[in-house]
């Protein structure tokens, strides 16, 4: 079922704005033990949710999936199946250095029918025959876009990454202003992909997030920038600065595992992305910083992305327009690893 089909059937009430205020309570995210498998599964209950993977497949081509779903907490006693109680996004996307551009796709809908679901037991999000679940040994995802299409699996080769304090992860300085946030790094993925008429095999390493809250973007924040990096050596991190609305760092967190399997959790003063080159989108007008340097403690890596243009215009789903790329990681002139950026908050405030 293509992305008109669900829109047709969804109807004016998708038309409701990503961030609108809810009528009801939202849980607040407070610490405690994740538990497991529970908590790969959906959480109804809060504003916000998702899971989202990237990664590389081969040298020249990264990928990147992401399932939302958001409670808008409009309608919530109205009997009526049609009621817009829980919304379904998803945004899917090919880097591709041949071509120079994103290739992307995205998806919206309410969920029930069964047409689009997220479960609670588990992960296993799906809309259409777009899906994510997961399995025995990882994960798996079929996508069928426009303009390409990817069936792949992902299988850990790690332990789960805990982020923040076990799993609590601080957005800003308010106790409410947090997530609850765990990664996958180092998937062995692979499987199939299409782009236009080729389909072929193909393998590389990705990276999984799974993160819900009720409250992640202060009022006073106006976006972020975020990634996640798999090194050669097998070490992850995982890193983001939420901007202010005047530019600067309104919070900022980190974590990074290293080839030993240490876990290092730094302090919002101990991370800062720094701005090294800037590219102007000829779609948008917006202006994003796709190279950076990166400083977390004691250490400090370069990003420099796969190719500049990588923006996700999501204004027919989520309404965002934002960049999210395929990143190599440089320590000197040696690149050392991969993974994605993400840069919202560029084109205008973010809101959820």
């Not at 609670?120 to 069928?144: H, K």
């Not at 202060?218 to 202010?244: E, K, P, Q, V, Y």
């Amino acid at each position: 079922m293509r992305r008109r089909d669900f829109l047709a059937l969804a109807g004016a009430s998708l038309c409701l704005p990503f961030a609108v205020r809810a009528q009801g309570e939202y849980p607040l995210v407070t610490p405690r033990p994740l538990v497991f498998p529970r908590d790969h599964g959906a959480h109804p209950a809060f504003r916000t949710e998702w899971w989202y993977i990237t990664g590389w497949l081969g040298e020249e081509r990264g990928f990147q999936l992401t399932f939302f779903r958001n409670r808008p907490g409009v309608a919530e006693d109205n009997p009526s199946a049609f009621a817009p109680k829980q919304l379904l996004f998803a945004h899917a996307a090919v880097s591709d250095a041949r071509q120079g551009r994103l290739l992307h796709d995205q998806r919206v809908v309410r969920a029930g029918f069964g047409l689009a679901e997220a479960r609670e037991d588990d992960t296993d999000v799906r809309i259409g025959d777009w899906w994510l679940r997961r399995t025995e040994s990882g994960y798996r995802t079929r996508i069928a876009a426009q303009d390409f299409a990817f069936e792949l699996s992902f299988r850990s080769t790690q332990p789960l990454l805990l982020q923040g304090e076990a799993g609590f992860s601080s957005k800003g300085p308010r106790p409410e202003e947090a997530s609850y946030y765990y990664s996958r790094p180092h998937l062995a993925a692979a499987g199939r992909l299409r782009l236009g008429d080729e389909d072929r095999a193909v393998e590389g390493r990705a990276w999984l997030d799974h993160e819900w809250s009720s409250e992640y973007l202060s009022r006073d924040a106006a976006g972020w920038d975020w990634t996640g990096l798999n090194f050669d050596d097998g070490a992850a991190l995982m890193a983001f600065c939420i901007r202010g609305k005047d530019g600067g760092t309104y919070w900022a967190g980190a974590t990074y595992r290293d080839a030993r399997g240490v876990r290092t959790v730094y302090r919002p003063e101990e991370v800062r992305f720094e701005a090294l080159r800037t590219w102007r989108s000829p779609r948008t007008d917006v202006v994003y910083p796709v190279a950076m340097r990166l400083h977390i403690g004691p250490h400090a890596f370069m990003l420099e992305p796969l190719m500049d243009d990588q923006e996700l215009d999501s204004r027919a789903s989520t309404g965002a327009i934002y960049w999210e790329g395929a990143m190599r990681v440089l320590r000197g002139e040696r690149v050392v690893g991969r993974g994605y950026m993400e840069l919202t908050g560029y084109y205008e405030r973010l809101r959820m």
